[in-house]
């Protein structure tokens, strides 16, 4: 039997008035995992959080965590940490004090303020700031003071929006790696709303992805990049090429030929005969040459994009999606712009969604 989820949101839903800004969001988290909800700007990720933390009222639906319906209580009563992309620490107070603020609200003893904020300040690298105000602080280190604060009264859920967006990528990428230590070392629960999908990628045990109101696929990281639900988490997530086509044979099987602007390519999946259907092909899976699997075809290259380790090679497309391959190795010799190029990648590599029909 499955134990009950630690946060067990249900049906949560919210209207300001224009349209469900969330649509009935079930959400069920174990106790110390970290998720990630990623989605585009206005999806909903900011309102969700407010729900859970009580800072805004759900329309309907239900918030319990660790056995405990927290729907109707008060934030202060839910114990659930929250932390803002503008960090919003306490202008006239030191590190020390910022930290110490929540336990000393809750009148905990003295001595364990003291011992729980010097735990805290080694934590976070800080123990050399403590009596620093926070205003001569930078941006990473008010940062690292906010998720501090907010850890510090142990709460059961740490809520984070964007935390990191101000930062530049260097710092940012560090932090994502300090967070993620610093949570397994407590293991606190934490959400984690970001719409940076690396970022996602690298820090979650499962990502949300949220669309319109609406959570597409919760999953691991690991299962959204190679498999995602819906065409909306294929684009959303990381890089593809998209190919759109019609099914003109089908095997009970379950494989279908589709035939597409650039041939006839197979796939997985199951349609009927004369579906409109998306492929969809990672670029790092697809091969220059025939031998990178059974579908092969000739794009007019467009464009080469040098990126560091990687190299992405663009093609010409005639419904505007993409299609690019992304190799770590050397490009073959010869490529010309304008010109065709024969590319190959496996039937298993190539997920088939269906398409509205246009
Ligand atoms: N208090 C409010 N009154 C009216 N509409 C609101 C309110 N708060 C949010 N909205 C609307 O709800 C939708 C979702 O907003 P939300 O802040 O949850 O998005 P988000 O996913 O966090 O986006 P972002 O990535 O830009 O922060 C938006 O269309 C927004 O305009
Ligand atoms: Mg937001």
Redesign the pocket.
Known sequence: MNPAPFLDIRKAS?D???GP?LDGVDLAVARGEFISLL????????????IIAGL?AADGGSVTLDGQDISRLPPHRRDVGVVFQNYALFPHLTVAENIAFGLRAKGAPAAEITATVERFLTLIHMAAFADRSVRALSGGQQQRVAVARALATKPKLLLL??PFSALDRKLRETMQIDLRRLLRELGTTAIF?T?DQDEALIMSDRIAV?NR?RIEQLDTPEAIYARPATPFALEFVGLSTRIAGTVTAYDPAGLVTVETSLGSLRSRGRFEVGSPVLLGVRPERIAFGAAGGENVVAPVLSDIVFQGARIQAHFASPDQRPVMIETSGALPAGLTAGSPVTISFAVEDTIAYPLAAA
Do not use: Q
């Open positions: 919210k300001f008035g224009a800004v989605g585009p700007s206005g999806c909903g990720k900011t309102t969700l959080l407010r805004a929006d964007e709303v719409h949220m109101g």
